[in-house]
């Protein structure tokens, strides 16, 4: 149980496009859901705090503009990077909690590879 | 500023042996420490939950510490064997949000 799945798992854009990457709790509804930036041999980095049906929480230096995110049910976000630059190549991350309380355990996606030509 | 940190980027070690890792964090008292396994080009998977107040946890071959004194928590791998080569990562979760720490990438020799 407790699965999330990310789409796509690879993209490859051209500078100055849109990117949408969708995140699904499979199994259960998450209260909250998190999106994270990762780049290579270094910590996953906290980007945003998304609840079902409210803006999300951007983390301080996250353009809110840049990365738009949308939590229109309790099993799906999605993370708009909007006019997408090759400095936002990265791995992208999202994870699900069924509960903020009980110790945070945090259920993540696979990933999201994003090259930016 | 709060920071958690794993000081050993990578460990390289022998089948059948103890792999020992360490994370510690500083200027914060987190009631939690997580720790999580990470393959390459995927997502972060739940291993183990260590409250505060438990000295220590096991999961099969894993085993879990938490010493508030010293401010670290030390996770060990039993037995290893080659399927446990990864990167793992310590995580405190502050209010309900996790900090990572950068992570150590443990190669388990057959």
């Known amino acids: 149980g407790a699965v999330v799945s990310q789409h796509p798992s690879r993209v490859i854009c051209k500078s100055g496009t849109s990117v949408k990457i969708e995140c699904r709790s499979l199994d259960f509804q998450a209260t909250t859901m998190f999106w994270y930036r990762q780049f290579p041999k270094k910590s996953l980095m906290l980007m945003a705090t998304?609840?079902?049906?409210?803006?999300?929480?951007?983390e301080q230096g996250v353009e809110k503009d840049k990365f738009l995110i949308n939590h229109a049910s309790l099993t799906l976000s999605t993370l708009t990077v909007t006019s997408a630059h090759p400095e936002d190549s990265s791995f992208y991350i999202c994870?699900?909690?069924?509960?903020?309380?009980?110790?945070?355990?945090?259920?993540f996606g696979p990933g999201t590879r994003l090259t930016v030509l | 500023s709060q920071k958690i940190e794993q000081n050993s980027e990578a460990l390289n070690i022998q089948e059948g042996k103890t792999a020992t890792l360490t994370c510690n964090y500083t200027n914060y008292s987190p009631a939690y420490l997580q720790w999580y396994r990470q393959d390459p080009g995927r997502g972060p998977v739940f291993l183990l939950l260590?409250?505060?107040?438990?000295k220590e946890k096991r999961k099969e071959r894993l085993k879990v510490t938490f010493d508030t004194t010293l401010k670290q928590s030390l996770f060990h791998i039993t037995a290893s064997q080659p399927a446990d080569s990864a990167t793992y990562l310590c995580a405190s979760l502050n209010d309900y949000k996790l900090s990572f720490g950068a992570g150590t990438t443990v190669t388990v020799r057959a």
């Open positions: 994870s699900a909690t069924l509960d903020r309380g009980a110790g945070g355990q945090q259920f």
């Open positions: 260590i409250r505060e107040n438990e």
């Open positions: 998304s609840n079902e049906g409210s803006k999300a929480t951007y």
